[in-house]
């Protein structure tokens, strides 16, 4: 009357037979499913009793079900609006001994890998019933025997670098089980006498410092991160000129270029400034000489140039006249003689 669309295949024989699922003003009736369908013969027996292959692909979970359930899940006619009528199966229809066999219903579903021979056959332990994925694990379901042997489940997820050779079995060591990042490691962990390089070598710079130094990082590195890092010059080799860790840190400028190549001669090994340089090596600048640079190094670029013409008698031939007459013939080089104001210093 209400045209809700044909039947199925196996119920085309019904015909017009109505009240053979129907009774009347109540609808479709799961005690009338049973006159037809035996809950202990459904996936086992056909309607006719005759057996069913052995591979068959029904499950036989049907037995352990209420016998007045069938039209919780099963419908017939399919109209213009069939997904309406259509109904989702649901596990809490199962009997307790059934709902906590999993596998009598999905055993051909479990997959054949070394995590699924390992856990309990029961799914939900780590999957809903509503579908397979997104799973829940939890690592205390395994044995303790197991679950202290990671790489018994985890042996393809162990990187193949000299870290993950150089420690042992268990991952939880550093990792966690809810993810394999973030990790912590303990280097405490690791055997007496480990070399850092045997682990960092790729982490290495290519420099000459770092070649000049041994193959402890921890010298200068903490376990925590690589920067910041400290260095003490005293763990250098004996002998190591500056200029061979620093080179590139040295000014391109004629200063530098004739002050040599050991660089604490100005700077110390904590920073490259503040620096200091001791003029009085070469000239005392005392209360009458508290000039800038330019007033005797007229070239910057070479500091080994320097004139006094700028404040004393302003000009060679001056000076010349000035020393000839005290018979000094060699004044040239001013400092050679006088290293500070008093005139009558010499350094002879």
């Not at 009598?104 to 070394?114: G, T």
């Not at 006094?308 to 013939?329: D, L, N, Q, V």
Request: charge should be positive.
């Amino acid at each position: 009357m209400l045209n809700p669309g044909p039947l199925t295949k196996g119920h085309h024989g019904l015909g017009r037979s109505c009240l053979s699922c129907h009774a009347p003003f109540s609808g479709a009736s799961s005690a009338r499913c049973l006159s037809c369908h035996q809950p202990d013969d459904i996936g086992i027996r056909s309607v006719s009793g005759k057996l069913l292959p052995e591979n068959t692909s029904r499950v036989a979970f049907h037995r352990g079900l209420p016998k007045n359930s069938c039209i919780e899940c099963h419908t017939d006619h399919k109209g213009r609006l069939a997904s309406k009528a259509i109904k989702t199966f649901r596990h809490e229809y199962l009997s307790p001994s059934l709902s906590n066999n999993c596998r009598a219903c999905h055993l051909d579903q479990k997959p054949a890998d070394r995590l699924h021979r390992l856990v309990d056959m029961n799914c939900v332990s780590c999957h809903s019933t509503r579908e397979w994925k997104p799973a829940l694990f939890r690592h205390d379901m395994l044995d303790a025997n197991i679950s202290a042997n990671c790489s018994a489940c985890h042996k393809a997820d162990r990187p193949l670098d000299s870290l993950h050779r150089n420690t042992g079995e268990n991952c939880a060591v550093c990792h966690r089980t809810g993810a394999w990042k973030p990790a912590t490691f303990d280097h405490k962990r690791l055997g007496a006498g480990t070399s850092c390089v045997s682990c960092h070598k790729a982490d290495r710079p290519l420099d000459s410092m770092h070649r000049n130094t041994g193959a402890n990082c921890a010298v200068c590195h903490r376990t925590v991160a690589w920067k910041p890092a400290t260095f003490d010059h005293g763990k250098l080799i004996a002998g190591t000129s500056c200029i061979s860790c620093h080179k590139a840190d040295l000014p391109n400028d004629r200063m530098h270029a004739d002050a040599g190549t050991n660089c604490t001669t100005c700077h110390g090994t904590r920073a490259w400034k503040p620096s200091t340089f001791n003029h009085e090596r070469f000239f005392r600048l005392d209360g009458d000489h508290r000039a800038g640079c330019r007033t005797c190094h007229a070239d910057a670029g070479n500091y080994k140039k320097y004139s006094c013409y700028g404040c004393h008698e302003h000009s060679p031939a001056s000076i010349a006249a000035e020393h000839r007459e005290e018979g000094i013939a060699n004044y040239q080089n001013c400092v050679k003689c006088h290293r500070s104001a008093d005139e009558q210093e010499r350094d002879d």
